[in-house]
């Protein structure tokens, strides 16, 4: 039996244990956390992550969980709403992120690690496969330094979550000026809180939430519409999570019997608003690959990558944070 070493136990690392399975392989799975990584906004399931959801026997419990989302509304600094954007008429379903992440890790329960990293387990496996996201740790050890593979695209971001809503339920609304935007985006008797901010890279301690925290506090204080109100919200959320917006572009996802899924290999950024998706997709990739015997066939996957990147940086970013 083939063994395999999977790092991280998001959706990329959760969906390539359960493929690599089907393909025979014996699967461990480490996380550095304690436990599974929660919290985060919901998830977007269309195209053909829908099919691969059906595979997985997934589907039904995800139409069943689907959050019904009514589009976007751009509020000025009154709150009145200025435009709207309707949600896509194309088969799209929205789920909390914890939700599709505690359906995945069921399938792979007993294969999974936690509180243990790549760097515990040596390197005596068939593949190595790298799926601990952006500042991937199995990428710097066997492809090189993080600033080799991932570009900064000159906003930083947080998001918070509450436990009430700020908005009516199911909708989102979103607050910009030049170069700062607020969006909140209400489900279930929660909201998401996110702030984003153009700005030149800084230099902080990631560990550090305080720090970060002050970094938000400090880019909104003269921001109007609910800006205040909701820097108070976020300092007192126990919910926080900060970093930049950034693309990883690798020249080759593989690497000997090493090989990359999902953030840690082709990071969209968050402003393509699929992140989670393309992890599950890019672990259906990796098994389309296997299944063949062909680890280069991988990079057939990489066309529709690239179109995904793109489209953020010539939409999806100017529409986040205009200048």
């Not at 194309?90 to 995945?104: A, F, G, K, P």
């Not at 989102?172 to 935007?181: I, N, V």
């Not at 090989?259 to 990796?286: E, F, H, K, M, N």
Request: proline fraction near 3%; hydrophobic fraction near 40%.
């Amino acid at each position: 039996m083939r063994t395999a070493l999977i790092a991280g136990a998001s959706f990329a690392g959760l969906c390539t244990a359960y493929w690599l399975k089907q393909l025979n392989y014996e699967v461990t799975v480490v996380e550095i956390s304690k436990d599974l990584k929660r919290g985060g906004t919901p998830v977007n399931i269309m195209g053909d992550t829908i099919n691969i959801m059906k595979q997985m026997g997934l589907f039904e419990k995800i139409k069943e969980q689907a959050l019904p989302m009514r589009g976007m509304s751009f509020v000025n600094s009154a709150g009145d709403i200025v435009g709207t954007m309707p949600r896509d008429e194309n088969e799209e379903y929205e789920i909390e992120r914890d939700t599709l992440l505690e359906m995945l890790y069921d399938l792979v329960r007993s294969d999974v690690r936690f509180g243990t990293s790549v760097n515990d387990m040596g390197s005596a496996y068939d593949l190595i496969v790298g799926c601990d996201g952006l500042h991937s740790a199995v990428r710097k050890r066997y492809f090189g330094p993080e600033s080799d593979y991932v570009k900064y695209l000159g906003v930083h971001f947080s998001i918070s979550i509450v436990p009430e809503l700020l908005i009516p339920e199911f909708t989102t609304e979103m607050y910009q000026e030049s170069g700062k935007t607020i969006m909140l985006n209400a489900y279930n008797g929660k909201t998401d809180i996110c702030f984003c901010f153009r700005s030149n890279e800084i230099a902080y301690d990631h560990r550090n939430e305080a720090q970060m925290r002050e970094l938000i506090k400090q880019a909104f204080t003269n921001v109007g519409w609910r800006s205040q109100e909701l820097l108070v919200r976020i300092e007192q959320a126990e919910s926080f999570y900060f970093d930049k917006l950034c693309q990883t572009h690798m020249p080759s996802w593989s690497k000997g019997n090493v090989v990359l899924v999902g953030d840690a290999a082709y990071c969209p950024s968050p402003a393509a608003g699929r992140g989670g998706s393309l992890a599950i997709d890019g672990a259906y990739a990796l098994y389309q690959a296997l299944l063949k015997n062909d680890l280069n066939s991988y990079e057939n996957f990489r066309p529709f990558i690239d179109r995904i990147q793109a489209d953020v940086l010539e939409d999806g970013l100017p529409m986040l944070v205009r200048l």
